[in-house]
C-alpha cells in the first residue's frame, strides 16, 4: 500500500477454476490492493467463463507493482479482458512493474484479451507476462502498445518500457519474446525497429490444431489505414504482429483474426465482449 518506501501500490489477484458439469467456474479469488474481477460472467452460456480485470486506480505509476496468478483446470475456458486501456502514467525515474502468470491445464483454454497498453510520456514500465500450458492446452493472447498519445498531440520522448512474454508447452519453453523501447533509442526511429509509428502489436497463439491453411486464412484478413502486418507460424505457435499508428486499427485486425483462430481451434463461434461495446 502507499506508505511503502517506493509509494507506490503492491496489489495482487489470484485466481482458481475448474470445470464442472455446469461449465467452467470461479472456484477461488482472492486479492490484496487494487486488483479486481467482477463476478464470473457468462454471455455464451456455461462452457466460457468471462472475466473482466479491474483495476480501480484507473493508471500505472512509479513504484507500482501488479501482480495477477490465475490457475485453470483441466479442460476449463477462460476469456480475459478489461473495461479500458491500461495507462503507464509519467513518473520520476521510478519503475513500474505488472506480473501475469497463467497456468493452464490440461485441454484448458485461455483467451487474454486486453485493451491496449498506452505508455505515457516519462514512464519507465515493465511488464512480464508467464504462461505454462499443460498438455492439449490452447493460448490466444494480444497485446497492442502505445507510446505516447498521438491524438493528443503527445509524443513518447522521455521514459522506457521493457516487456518480456515466455510460453511453456508441457514445462518446455517453446517462445520467448523480449523487448526494450528506450524513447530517446534508435530502435524508435530506426527502419530495424519502430520506424516512427507509435502503435505496435503482437498476437500468439498455441493449440494442437494450428496449420498453414489457417495462417494463409489470417493472412488474407485486409489491414486498414498504412499499417505494416505479419503473419508466421513457428513451432507450433502462431505469431501476428503489427506496426503502425492506431490502436483501432491494430485491435480490429487482431479480433478478425480471433474470429478466424476461435472455431477452429476451440471450436466455438468467436462472441466480442459486451465491455467493449462500452
Request: with cysteine; net charge positive; glycine share 10%.
Amino acid at each position: 500500500m502507499p506508505g511503502e518506501a517506493d509509494c507506490g501500490w503492491h496489489a495482487s489477484l489470484s485466481l482458481g477454476y475448474d470445470r464442472t458439469a455446469r461449465g467452467t467456474v470461479l472456484r477461488r479469488k482472492s486479492h490484496s490492493g487494487p486488483l479486481r474481477v467482477q463476478k464470473a460472467l457468462y454471455p455464451e452460456g456455461g462452457g466460457v467463463c468471462h472475466t473482466l480485470l479491474l483495476h480501480p486506480p484507473g493508471g500505472i505509476v512509479g513504484g507500482d507493482h501488479l501482480r495477477i496468478c490465475a490457475q485453470l483446470g483441466e479442460r476449463a475456458h477462460v476469456l480475459f479482458t478489461n473495461p479500458g486501456a491500461s495507462k503507464w502514467y509519467r513518473s520520476d525515474h521510478r519503475r513500474a512493474r505488472q506480473e501475469i502468470r497463467l497456468h493452464v491445464g490440461a485441454h484448458a483454454a485461455v483467451e487474454w484479451l486486453p485493451q491496449e497498453t498506452i505508455f505515457f510520456d516519462q514512464c519507465w514500465a515493465d511488464t512480464v507476462m508467464e504462461v505454462e500450458l499443460d498438455p492439449g492446452a490452447t493460448l490466444v493472447g494480444w497485446d497492442i502498445q502505445c507510446f505516447g498519445r498521438r491524438h493528443s498531440g503527445e509524443s513518447f520522448s522521455h521514459g522506457q518500457a521493457r516487456s518480456s512474454l515466455s510460453i511453456r508447452r508441457g514445462g518446455r519453453l517453446a517462445f520467448l519474446d523480449r523487448a526494450r523501447y528506450d524513447a530517446r533509442a534508435p530502435v524508435m526511429r530506426s527502419l530495424n525497429g519502430l520506424a516512427g509509428h507509435t502503435v505496435t502489436g503482437t498476437l500468439v497463439a498455441c493449440a494442437d490444431a494450428l496449420n498453414k491453411t489457417t495462417v494463409a486464412d489470417c493472412r488474407a484478413i485486409p489491414v486498414c489505414d498504412s499499417a505494416q502486418t505479419g503473419i508466421t507460424l513457428m513451432d507450433g505457435i502462431f505469431i501476428a504482429r503489427i506496426l503502425g499508428d492506431s490502436s483501432e486499427t491494430a485491435k480490429q485486425w487482431f479480433t478478425a483474426i480471433w474470429h478466424v483462430l476461435r472455431p477452429r481451434l476451440l471450436g466455438i463461434a468467436a462472441a466480442n465482449p459486451r465491455i467493449w461495446r462500452t
